[in-house]
C-alpha cells in the first residue's frame, strides 16, 4: 500500500522547484539592476585605494535618494568623449567637487583647495615614500551644477576631470559628469579576501564647506 502522506511532500517538491528557481533568478536580477552590483578594477587609475583586479561592491540604489558627497568612490558610465567607446563603458574615480564647488590647484603647501578650505589627501598614490602631486598643473574651476568634478587616487595614471580640463581647452562641461550617469556608489572591496575593507569617505572632507 503506497503511503499519500509520504508521497504527496515529495511530489509537490519537485513541482514547486522551478517555481522557486524562477523567484531566485528574478530576484537576483533585480537586485543586480537595481540595488547591488559588483565591479572589477581594470586600470591602476585608482591605486593604491584600489589595485588592478579588485573587485567592489556597488551601491546603486543610494543616489536615487541623494546626490553624491565629497570624497565617495562612484561608478560611472564615463562620456564617449574620455572612454572612446560610443557604446559607453564603466569608471571609478573619487568626487571632489560636487555642484557649486570652487575647485582651485594648488596652495603654498601643493593641495587642492575647496571653497576656500584646503584639503589633505592621504589616499594619493604613493610609491617608494613619493607621493603623487594633487594635480600635475594649477586649475581654477567651478563645477556646474548637476555635475561632478572626479578624480583618480592615482593622480599621475588617471584619465579624469583634470585629463579632459586640460584636453578640451579648459572646457568645464566636458571635464566634469552629469550626476545622472552615476551607476552607484563603490562602498567595499570585497575580492581578494586579503584586501577586503570599507570605503568609506576619508575625515579630510569633513571640514570642506558648501560653496
Known amino acids: 500500500m503506497i503511503d499519500e502522506q509520504t508521497e504527496k511532500p515529495r511530489s509537490s517538491f519537485w513541482k514547486e522547484l522551478p517555481i522557486l528557481l524562477g523567484v531566485a533568478i528574478l530576484v537576483a536580477v533585480l537586485v543586480r539592476a537595481f540595488v547591488l552590483q559588483t565591479f572589477f578594477i581594470p586600470s591602476p587609475s585608482m591605486e593604491n585605494t584600489l589595485k588592478i583586479d579588485d573587485r567592489v561592491l556597488v551601491n546603486k540604489l543610494v543616489y536615487d535618494f541623494r546626490s553624491p558627497h565629497r570624497g565617495e568612490v562612484i561608478v560611472f558610465k564615463a562620456p564617449t568623449e574620455w ?113 577586503a575593507t570599507w570605503l568609506t569617505v576619508p575625515k579630510q572632507f569633513d571640514g570642506i564647506p558648501n560653496p
Open 83 to 195: 572612454s572612446g567607446n560610443p557604446e559607453g563603458e564603466d569608471f571609478i574615480k573619487r568626487v571632489i567637487g560636487v555642484a557649486g564647488d570652487h575647485v582651485v590647484c594648488c596652495d603654498v603647501q601643493d593641495r587642492l583647495v575647496i571653497n576656500g578650505r584646503s584639503l589633505e589627501e592621504p589616499y594619493i598614490y604613493s610609491a617608494n615614500g613619493q607621493q603623487d602631486k594633487p594635480a600635475d598643473q594649477d586649475f581654477d574651476i567651478t563645477v556646474p551644477q548637476g555635475r561632478l568634478w572626479v578624480m583618480g587616487d592615482h593622480r599621475s595614471a588617471s584619465g579624469d576631470s583634470l585629463e579632459h580640463w586640460q584636453q578640451s581647452g579648459q572646457d568645464i562641461t566636458e571635464a566634469t559628469i552629469p550626476e545622472d550617469q552615476v551607476v552607484g556608489r563603490a562602498f567595499t572591496v570585497f575580492w581578494p579576501v586579503d584586501r
